[in-house]
């Protein structure tokens, strides 16, 4: 069985930072791509950063510029680092995990920005 447990969520004010992280435990011994998903009030669950097991990058338009997106192999922990917050950047944030051919949410963390 895998688990994702997410850290690093919380309120901040408009132009801050925060630095999400999710690690994985149980059953592991290969992970392929790893992201970040985020989903507010009323919307769809929206891409914002992905990384790839070799360590290629993709990010959400909205976020290019402010939003880095980095693993840790060892760890089993992918984290995305946020700067220059806005507003529209409040959302419950959700870790993503491929491996063995399936998916793995976390259980989502609550980002809230304030103007």
């Known amino acids: 069985q895998v688990q994702l447990v997410e850290s690093g969520g919380g309120l901040v004010q408009a132009g801050g930072s925060l630095r999400l992280s999710c690690a994985a435990s149980?059953?592991?011994?290969?992970?392929?791509?790893m992201a970040w998903y985020r989903q507010a009030p009323g919307k769809q669950r929206e891409l914002v950063a992905s990384?790839?097991?070799?360590?290629?990058?993709n990010y959400a338009d909205s976020v290019k510029g402010r939003f880095t997106i980095s693993r840790d192999n060892a760890k089993k922990t992918v984290y995305l680092q946020m700067n220059n917050l806005k507003p529209e950047d409040t959302a419950v944030y959700y870790c993503?995990?491929?491996?063995?051919?399936?998916?793995?949410w976390g259980q989502g963390t609550q980002v809230t920005v304030s103007s």
């Open positions: 990384i790839s097991s070799g360590g290629r990058t």
């Open positions: 149980g059953s592991i011994f290969s992970i392929n791509a």
């Open positions: 993503y995990v491929s491996m063995y051919g399936s998916d793995y």
